[in-house]
């Protein structure tokens, strides 16, 4: 089946420190990545649509320079928290659909815990 | 605007029961629904999904789920729960011109033995 790699899973790092997490799809091209943000036991919020190729669609209220977000390939998508502060310690999600499946379910990768002291 | 609803925040089966877990969507067409697992720490996985046809469709793990257009509901069931199932559930709605997928709030299970 479809398989979503999320490196890392874990990230400790002290507050200024900028932090990049790399979303892979390993048997599938996936134009289409997302990054989601869950606090707990809430609900995942999707922060951003990465675009393989071209810039990435930012929802509302997601702060474009705080979250750099880059999909150079078909299999590759990153996320980066520049200059980390502890208000940004959450759970993050990426997820991938196929390409050419329009109707195709997302799938999802492990997650990265981030937590900034 | 879409949305979905899953009205139980918490659900406490003993194991061995059956087990329903509700959801409600709102969106002007049939939509694509979906069930997602997900344990403590991890991601999600797609326990089923709904596209057309058959109303009722079978998943992953034991777990079922019946689309009812008429009551916009789509509720994951099964017959006999497993310590194991023990997670948080969430349902979700993908809509046919675009990406995005719209959540629920998620509904956390807890298995009693």
């Known amino acids: 089946g479809a398989v979503v790699s999320q490196h890392p899973s874990w990230v400790i790092c002290k507050s200024g420190t900028s932090v990049k997490i790399e979303c892979r799809s390993l048997d599938f091209q996936a134009t289409t990545m997302f990054w989601y943000r869950q606090f707990p036991k809430q609900s995942l919020m999707l922060m951003a649509t990465?675009?393989?190729?071209?810039?990435?669609?930012?929802e509302q209220g997601v702060e474009k320079d705080k979250f750099l977000i880059n999909h150079a390939s078909l299999t590759l998508s990153t996320l980066t928290v520049t200059s980390a502060h502890p208000e940004d310690s959450s759970f993050y999600i990426c997820?991938?659909?196929?390409?050419?499946?329009?109707?195709?379910?997302?799938?999802f990768g492990d997650g990265t815990r981030l937590s900034i002291l | 605007a879409q949305s979905v609803t899953q009205p139980d925040i918490h659900i406490t089966v003993s194991e061995g029961a059956s087990l329903e877990l509700r959801c409600n969507y709102s969106y002007g067409a049939t939509p694509y629904l979906f069930w997602y697992v997900q344990s403590p720490g991890q991601g999600l996985q797609l326990l089923l999904k709904y596209f057309s046809g058959d109303t009722l469709v079978q998943g992953i793990k034991g777990f079922e789920a019946e689309f009812k257009r008429s009551q916009s509901s789509f509720n994951l069931r099964k017959p006999s729960v497993h310590w194991s199932d023990a997670a948080e559930y969430f349902c979700?709605?993908?809509?046919?011109?675009?990406?995005?997928?719209?959540f629920g709030t998620g509904t956390s299970l807890t298995v009693i033995p």
């Open positions: 997820s991938a659909r196929d390409r050419g499946y329009g109707n195709q379910p997302q799938h």
């Open positions: 979700a709605v993908g809509v046919y011109t675009g990406n995005q997928f719209y």
């Open positions: 990465s675009n393989e190729g071209s810039k990435a669609t930012y």
